[in-house]
């Protein structure tokens, strides 16, 4: 009896849930830990055995520059394209929630280059910025849009930044108005009453109480950001002199291209640990901030 | 003051129509140029086309084997999307439930594996699956979309399913109703809403990715929209023109569905986003 009712609740168990959690453990838990596992070895693609190094290929991403250095440009990207992102989200959710006519028609016009992925965006924008802006530089006699931005090691990086905000800000745009819309009615018209209107309604009273909604904007642009490679292959695929090749792509390339699958693994592990430790104190610090309504 | 509120309305109408026009304009050269000759785009990007010749249009569907992408592309997606929903919910009712220890360690792992990113993985995948010869298969790309979209649509499940009153489901399984039929019968029909969302979110990520398809599907035959367009551009790099077209065909179908289901679109990315 006991026995027959153990048969039948492993049943259920795996009735329900067996086939969800086989995919799981197949495509992500048991290759995580696989991949950790292949940090501590010197396995190349190619050959059948492997030896273990132990931290050896932790050693070599720490002591390789052009990895840190690429690092360095991801850190960069990931922080003036967060900023932008935001900045011009919450500007646009800002102004998309005042009443203006047509409002729903704009929100779902700003909101179209999300719903595209990075790697055709990539390709609009190559042709923007090689013929168009260069076209518009000429004509009118602007210096510096005479020449592509993705010829120059400066400013390559600024034409990815660019794009992301484009992609992004439509995306991000949405979440804030959603917070706009859900701050209570009865906290406004107190703020209107007590003579708070404008910038100092904004930033004293809807801003404090959009911390939510930054939260999560916050998130998913970090996040996002770190991880771009399809957007970097399309648009600049590293170019000027690898000088916009992102962290993802080196990854990649250290993989696939040099076939080092142990260092290649152990840089992919380091970009997770950041990630993920950007993300956790992101959102504790936030959740510390929230006001209370 | 009224007069000045209008007026501040006026300011930022006319404001949020031009950062638009901004916005949108990549997409008007985009169409604009695919009617037109390479040199005609290079010399005067921003003239309006004075015809609607579809011959870059022809040249680029047949050399990026269009119809092959998308035909992959729907296949794909639907079987994945498919899977997931109905894989995800079950789990996720499962887990909501049997409370026990070994449900809130499943529930807790799935949730902390959100945060791992795909290049965390990519490389183990490409060494396990490869040497399993699975690679080069449109069956293992879409049981590996089963395995990422897993954790994602069980959080979005499970927190849903905890809000419907477990009494409904009681009363049938006391009537004899079978779990299975209790659960597609009584259950399911709860979740539509939130089978919206989750559907929303994955169409749209497994329609436009790009990297995981381009590890798993090797021969040009396989090929989904974004390797067809992604293996056409370097191939054909020299003449603009056709490269537009090719474009705008790979951004009809989304934007095809944009336009037919706005509201549901938006609203499932914000829920998506938010929970």
Redesign the interface.
Known sequence: MRESSLVKRGGYFLAFSGLSLFAFLCVLVIPFLYGFFLTFTDWNAISDTFSFVGLQNYRTVFTDKEFLRQFLVTLRYVAISAILCNVVAFTLAYLLTSGIRGQNLLRGGFFVPNLIGGIILGYIWKFMFANVFTQIGKAWGIDWLKTSFLTNPDRAIWAMIIVTVWQYAGYLMMIYIAGFVGIPKDVQEAADIDGAHGFRKLFRVTIPLMIPSFNICMFITLSRTFMTYDLNLSLTNGAPYGSTQLAAMHVYQKAFMSKQFGVGQAEAIVLFVVVALISVTQVLLNKKREVEV | MSVRLRKQ?WG??V???L??IL??V??Y??INNSFRSTEL??????RLTNSLDPKNYIDAFAKMKFLNGLQNSFYITICAVA?ILF??S??A???VR?RSKLSNA?FG??VA?M??????????????YGSLNLYNNSLTLI??Y???G??FA?FIFHGFIKGIPVELEEAALIDGCG??KN?FSIVMPNLKPVLVTVLILDV?WI?????LPSMVLLSPSLRTL?LS??SF?TTYSVD?AP??AG?VL??IP??AL?LLC?KQ??EG??QG??K
Request: hydrophobic residues 65%.
């Open positions: 309305h930022r109408t404001l949020v129509f950062l638009l916005f949108l990549p997409f050269l985009v785009f290079v010399n005067s990007p921003f899977l894989t995800a079950m789990c009712h499962y887990l049997n499943i792992m799935m594996s945060i791992v990113p795909f290049q965390a993985v990519m490389i183990p995948l490409a060494k396990i049981f590996f089963m395995g990422f897993q954790a069980v779990r299975l659960f749209l329609w436009n990715d790009y990297l974004p367009t992604f551009f603009y490269l537009m474009l790979t951004i989304v934007i944009y706005q679109i938006i990315v914000v986003a938010i």
